[in-house]
């Protein structure tokens, strides 16, 4: 940074003689009255030392130094004068706050040293006040980031009591079940002939418990980056024909029909084949679970310019276009509050989602034409010659 040395004075020999004598060793600029040196500082902006006579037209030295001080506080002042009154050093302190005090004739070694020594309070002063803007800036990031880790925070505990209010109902509920229903059998109360059928009534309470406890571990271990997908050569057609057999009961005990549309001659998927099909569960799970009976429920996979995609679709309850991102959420549902209508932690979108993407596709929901929700599941073509093994998905096109 280049500091600049302004000289003041009206009469031009002694500005052409300081020019002359000290243009070696600082950046000197030079004004004949107070009006042309305030043109100046506007003209430069920052000015490290003014050095101005007392008597001069229209505006004194006094008056001067003052106003530089009110434009420029950091700029280093010094009075020359030819007046040797107390009064005048006085006004010149407390007024313009001058760092030295001249008498004219003063020796330009004199004054070389006083504008040396001014120029380095000057550099000094500059330091000072950048580490404290360093410092501020510190500061406001630093409070910045309070308020987001506090925001965090709160949404942290919110989202915690939820969950905990959620779950003490929704693992509740299966439990109860079970214990109620296996006391039950116990003691004897139940007829033999019912006994087959409170059975199955607990191990359909007890694969709900386990169902729900899983998409729990499972968001977690996601969480953890703790999951390692394995990549291997998949038939798409017998895995999504796995699922519908899988979730075959829930269907057919709310009357749904399933339909399969699975296009010929698809590319072959290599990916981890378990965790895929976890996902796929969770999506046709929550696409049963949301459809009313005699329900539609349809599995689809086609090749597409991007790659492949796989949808499920419902002819269910629907949802809001603006509510869809939130659904992907964990602990959200297309029904909230006090007026939830189904049960459930509302994690299988968002288990479904980090799985998808783990296995290198992603996961987007859409309204159906029916009504109900479409789920897509994308999935890129990529170059068929990578090895296979642990990672992402990959695509043969």
Same mark, same amino acid.
């Given at each position: 940074?280049?500091?600049?040395?302004?000289?003041?004075?009206?009469?031009?020999?002694?500005?052409?003689?300081?020019?002359? #004598? @000290? +243009?070696?060793?600082?950046?000197?600029?030079?004004?004949? $009255?107070?009006?042309?040196?305030?043109?100046? *500082? %506007? &003209?430069?902006?920052?000015?490290?030392?003014?050095?101005?006579?007392?008597?001069?037209?229209?505006?004194?030295?006094?008056?001067?130094?003052?106003?530089?001080?009110?434009?420029?506080?950091?700029?280093?002042?010094?009075?020359?004068?030819?007046?040797?009154?107390?009064?005048?050093?006085?006004?010149?302190?407390?007024?313009?706050?001058?760092?030295?005090?001249?008498?004219?004739?003063?020796?330009?070694?004199?004054?070389?040293?006083?504008?040396?020594?001014?120029?380095?309070?000057?550099?000094?002063?500059?330091?000072?006040?950048?580490?404290?803007?360093?410092?501020?800036?510190?500061?406001?990031?630093?409070?910045?980031?309070?308020?987001?880790?506090?925001?965090?925070?709160?949404?942290?505990?919110?989202?915690?009591?939820?969950?905990?209010?959620?779950?003490?109902? #929704? @693992? +509740?509920?299966?439990?109860?079940?079970?214990?109620?229903? $296996?006391?039950?059998?116990?003691?004897?109360? *139940? %007829? &033999?002939?019912?006994?087959?059928?409170?059975?199955?009534?607990?191990?359909?309470?007890?694969?709900?418990?386990?169902?729900?406890?899983?998409?729990?571990?499972?968001?977690?271990?996601?969480?953890?980056?703790?999951?390692?997908?394995?990549?291997?050569?998949?038939?798409?057609?017998?895995?999504?024909?796995?699922?519908?057999?899988?979730?075959?009961?829930?269907?057919?005990?709310?009357?749904?029909?399933?339909?399969?549309?699975?296009?010929?001659?698809?590319?072959?998927?290599?990916?981890?084949?378990?965790?895929?099909?976890?996902?796929?569960?969770?999506?046709?799970?929550?696409?049963?679970?949301?459809?009313?009976?005699?329900?539609?429920?349809?599995?689809?996979?086609?090749?597409?310019?991007?790659?492949?995609?796989?949808?499920?679709?419902?002819?269910?309850?629907?949802?809001?276009?603006?509510?869809?991102?939130?659904?992907?959420?964990?602990?959200?549902?297309?029904?909230?509050?006090?007026?939830? &209508?189904?049960?459930?932690?509302?994690?299988?979108?968002?288990?479904?989602?980090?799985?998808?993407?783990?296995?290198?596709?992603?996961?987007?929901?859409?309204?159906?034409?029916?009504?109900?929700?479409?789920?897509?599941?994308?999935?890129?073509?990529?170059?068929?010659?990578?090895?296979?093994?642990?990672?992402?998905?990959?695509?043969?096109?």
């Amino acid at each position: 940074m280049v500091e600049l040395v302004l000289l003041v004075d009206d009469e031009p020999n002694v500005l052409a003689a300081y020019r002359r #004598e @000290l +243009r070696d060793r600082f950046d000197l600029l030079t004004a004949s $009255s107070g009006r042309a040196a305030l043109e100046q *500082i %506007d &003209r430069h902006g920052t000015i490290a030392v003014v050095v101005s006579d007392m008597h001069m037209p229209e505006m004194n030295g006094i008056e001067l130094l003052a106003e530089v001080k009110r434009r420029m506080p950091g700029a280093i002042r010094i009075m020359l004068t030819g007046c040797h009154d107390q009064n005048t050093a006085i006004a010149a302190i407390n007024q313009g706050s001058v760092h030295r005090f001249h008498s004219k004739p003063c020796a330009s070694s004199d004054l070389a040293r006083s504008i040396e020594s001014g120029i380095a309070v000057f550099r000094r002063h500059e330091e000072m006040n950048s580490g404290l803007e360093h410092f501020l800036d510190d500061c406001e990031e630093l409070e910045r980031a309070l308020r987001q880790a506090d925001v965090r925070a709160q949404s942290a505990n919110q989202a915690t009591s939820r969950l905990l209010a959620i779950i003490g109902h #929704e @693992l +509740r509920t299966p439990l109860n079940h079970v214990l109620g229903l $296996s006391e039950m059998l116990r003691g004897g109360t *139940i %007829d &033999r002939p019912k006994s087959a059928e409170y059975v199955n009534d607990i191990h359909r309470s007890a694969a709900e418990l386990h169902r729900k406890i899983e998409n729990a571990l499972v968001l977690t271990q996601l969480d953890a980056g703790q999951l390692r997908p394995f990549r291997e050569p998949l038939d798409v057609a017998t895995v999504m024909a796995d699922c519908a057999a899988l979730c075959g009961d829930a269907a057919a005990e709310k009357q749904h029909s399933v339909a399969q549309n699975i296009a010929a001659e698809l590319p072959e998927l290599s990916c981890d084949g378990s965790l895929l099909q976890l996902a796929l569960l969770q999506l046709l799970s929550n696409a049963i679970k949301y459809t009313p009976r005699n329900g539609r429920i349809s599995l689809s996979a086609y090749r597409d310019a991007a790659g492949l995609v796989l949808a499920i679709e419902d002819s269910g309850i629907g949802i809001e276009t603006d509510r869809l991102s939130q659904l992907m959420k964990p602990f959200e549902q297309a029904s909230t509050g006090h007026a939830r &209508r189904f049960d459930g932690l509302g994690l299988g979108l968002p288990v479904a989602k980090a799985l998808i993407e783990l296995l290198g596709g992603c996961l987007a929901l859409e309204c159906a034409p029916s009504g109900g929700v479409r789920a897509l599941l994308r999935f890129p073509a990529r170059d068929p010659s990578a090895p296979s093994g642990h990672g992402g998905g990959t695509l043969s096109l």
